[in-house]
């Protein structure tokens, strides 16, 4: 739900389980309206905001869906990692163990992981479904056309928070624009990029290494 935006909870996905109208989520495209409006409970309301849930979660990004996919160790980060390594699950899904690791963040056991559930006849069978059903599985134009090496070999960490951008949002253009994340202040560590309210820990450590403290509009100057 979090990752699709798809307006459905456990119960409504347990009843229409028990009602044999899904099996898996791929399942969920297949819903028509006259299934739905006859259904004990329901009435048209509900299964017009349903299917127009479905139908919008077709333009959900890439790595949005990639993260959906519940592949072990593939958190939000991660999937925006992998589809800006491989901008289509084709390349993906053909990458080797070796390949995948060579990837700044992604260590051997998410490597094993993606490519054992990408490798697996009953995943790609699943994959393919949803592809055909019109879900996102490439990088869209505009994602592509933003990437850049701006901060290419640069490691930030992000503390605090921010008025233009989420954390989130700030990961994914640091990594968009060929930077680094890191979790904690290090020697390795280039830049903080400081909002409101940053942690005292890493405020002190950052003064002790000498590291740089940015803003949101330095940040932002940066990647223009």
């Known amino acids: 739900r979090k990752a699709m935006?798809?307006?459905?909870?456990?119960?409504?996905?347990?009843?229409?389980?028990?009602?044999?109208?899904?099996?898996?989520?791929?399942?969920l495209y297949e819903l028509r309206?006259?299934?739905l409006a006859s259904l004990e409970r329901w009435g048209e309301t509900s299964a017009n905001n349903l299917l127009e849930s479905i139908r919008t979660s077709r333009s959900v990004p890439y790595e949005r869906v990639l993260f959906a996919l519940g592949i072990r160790y593939v958190g939000?980060?991660?999937?925006?990692?992998l589809a800006l390594a491989?901008?289509?699950?084709?390349?993906?899904?053909q990458a080797t163990v070796e390949q995948l690791t060579a990837v700044d963040e992604i260590g051997g056991r998410i490597a094993q992981s993606v490519y054992d559930y990408l490798r697996a006849p009953e995943h790609r069978a699943f994959v393919e479904r949803l592809h055909a059903h019109g879900l996102?599985?490439?990088?869209?134009?505009?994602?592509?056309?933003?990437k850049s090496d701006k901060l290419q070999g640069k490691t930030f960490v992000i503390s605090g928070t921010f008025a233009v951008h989420s954390r989130d949002e700030y990961k994914a253009l640091?990594?968009?624009?060929?930077?680094?994340?890191?979790?904690?202040?290090s020697k390795k560590t280039d830049y903080i990029l400081?909002?409101?309210?940053?942690g005292p820990a890493k405020l002190e450590k950052a003064s002790k290494l000498g590291i740089q403290l940015i803003?949101?509009?330095?940040?932002?100057k940066m990647v223009e």
């Open 76 to 81: 939000e980060t991660v999937a925006r990692t």
């Open 136 to 146: 996102q599985f490439a990088l869209s134009a505009e994602a592509l056309a933003g």
């Open 5 to 27: 935006n798809i307006t459905i909870g456990p119960e409504t996905i347990a009843f229409l389980y028990d009602k044999g109208l899904i099996r898996d989520a791929a399942d």
């Open 33 to 35: 309206f006259e299934d």
């Open 194 to 198: 400081a909002g409101a309210n940053m």
């Open 215 to 220: 803003d949101e509009e330095t940040f932002l």
């Open 86 to 93: 491989f901008p289509d699950i084709e390349r993906l899904a």
């Open 174 to 185: 640091i990594l968009q624009h060929g930077g680094k994340n890191s979790g904690s202040v």
